[in-house]
């Protein structure tokens, strides 16, 4: 199938084929018609199946058939809802890119700025606002957003918005939205709450799914390498250096935990930097785009942070932590293996993380192969795998000189200088 066979308009056409579209994904070809129709939609969908065109393409053609003969200061009559400001800055550009040959104008906003910028382009009047629910909700408190015309909403990312804690945000949102209008509701999974929410924001839907969870693991080679939490850095580090020529995206499951990685690898001479939320908007969008343009090879990302990033030919993800949610780790490998694509995700697995990757492997129902044994295991520490479970160890040897640092603050002998003397013993009084 062809773009052509759609039904878009000459200048959306135009477009799709400026951006070097000629054929639709599977989630464009089953939601484009039904979209175009007017009906409400669920998608269910991974990362990196195309489904911002899925929504974005026929919202244009939308708005476009329906603002001939229209005159006067634009408002809002479609609104995209993403859970991060890296998302919503994607969504945009790719509104901008497909509808550039229409008169339909969009922009974006988010929190982490100041908001005058984003108040002054909505008082000139928009077509489509992409926003993150916290500052929708603020800048609605304010009056600078009118929903009164609202013809689409888009929900995207949803499982996100539930795991970031959106979901009251998000229903506020839904309350205030007229009642006569088109919905669609996006998400990668579908766990009971996000069902819940797809029934207050849908009517009378048609849904569509594009691959199973597993997909996305079954086309991703994956590999866990079991290491112990004070050796995972040096670990990442030799095998940074043995993919020096590819970008690598390097999942923390903290914000701290990202600074720290970052810094260790500049410790070793290897560039790299971190982005999450407590970063500034400027610092997040030049590392996004250092990585998007290939001069900066390695990115440290939290799961929130890393909603948006979107790199073609990104083939390498190493989870240096383990989500807790198996889920989670399925949006993390879609980052690699995007599409019909191939690509590589390497997981680190400490021994408190095991019932993490039991959760994972359960989810994906296939085991992740583990990788060869390699040489940071700890001396005192077997690499255990299924077909060789650990020994039992001997209790290793208490040093003499040195104080349980169980009981103690401080190992080693004391620097105290009343509290050393040659000989041992007490020390001899003093008259």
Excluded: W
């Excluded at 997909?215 to 079991?226: D, I, L």
């Excluded at 019909?340 to 408190?352: H, N, P």
């Amino acid at each position: 199938m062809k773009f052509e066979e759609l039904g878009l308009s000459q200048p959306i056409l135009k477009a799709l084929r400026s951006e070097g579209y000629s054929e639709p994904t599977p989630i464009q070809q089953k939601s484009i018609p039904i979209l175009l129709k007017g009906k409400d939609l669920l998608g269910v969908a991974q990362t990196g199946t195309g489904k911002t065109a899925a929504f974005g393409i026929p919202i244009l053609e939308r708005l476009l058939q329906t603002s001939k003969g229209q005159s006067g200061k634009k408002r809002v009559r479609a609104l995209i809802v993403t859970p991060t400001r890296e998302l919503a800055l994607q969504i945009a550009e790719s509104l901008s890119a497909y509808g550039r040959f229409t008169p339909i104008t969009n922009t974006v906003i988010f929190g982490g700025v100041k908001q005058g910028q984003q108040v002054k382009a909505l008082q000139k009047g928009i077509d489509i606002l992409v926003a993150t629910p916290g500052r929708l909700l603020d800048l609605m408190g304010q009056g600078f957003i009118n929903l009164n015309d609202l013809e689409i909403v888009v929900l995207d990312e949803a499982d996100q918005m539930l795991d970031m804690g959106f979901v009251h945000d998000v229903k506020k949102i839904i309350a205030a939205l007229p009642s006569q209008r088109q919905s669609l509701f996006f998400s990668a999974t579908m766990p009971q709450a996000i069902v819940e929410l797809s029934q207050k924001l849908l009517g009378d839907f048609e849904r569509v799914t594009i691959k199973p969870q597993q997909a996305t693991a079954e086309r991703v080679e994956q590999g866990v390498y079991f290491v112990s939490k004070r050796n995972k850095a040096r670990l990442l580090i030799h095998l940074l250096r043995e993919k020096e020529q590819d970008s690598v995206l390097v999942f923390s499951r903290t914000k701290h935990g990202a600074n720290k990685i970052v810094t260790k690898l500049e410790k070793a001479d290897i560039r790299a930097s971190a982005i999450h939320g407590n970063k500034s908007q400027t610092a997040r969008q030049k590392a996004l785009g250092s990585f998007k343009d290939g001069k900066l090879k390695v990115l440290v990302a939290t799961d929130i942070a890393a909603r948006g990033i979107d790199v073609e030919e990104l083939s390498l993800v190493i989870n240096y932590d383990l989500p807790n949610v198996p889920e989670t780790y399925v949006h993390r490998i879609g980052r690699t293996g995007r599409a019909q694509a191939s690509g590589t995700a390497l997981s680190f697995c400490d021994k408190d993380e095991r019932p993490y990757l039991k959760d994972i492997e359960k989810l994906i129902k296939q085991q992740v192969p583990v990788m060869p044994e390699h040489q940071f295991v700890d001396d005192n520490e077997q690499q255990e795998t299924p077909d060789k479970p650990k020994e039992n160890s001997p209790k290793p040897r208490r040093n003499k000189g040195r104080y349980n640092s169980r009981s103690s603050n401080y190992r080693g002998k004391s620097n105290n200088r009343r509290n050393r003397r040659p000989g041992g013993g007490k020390p001899k009084r003093k008259d």
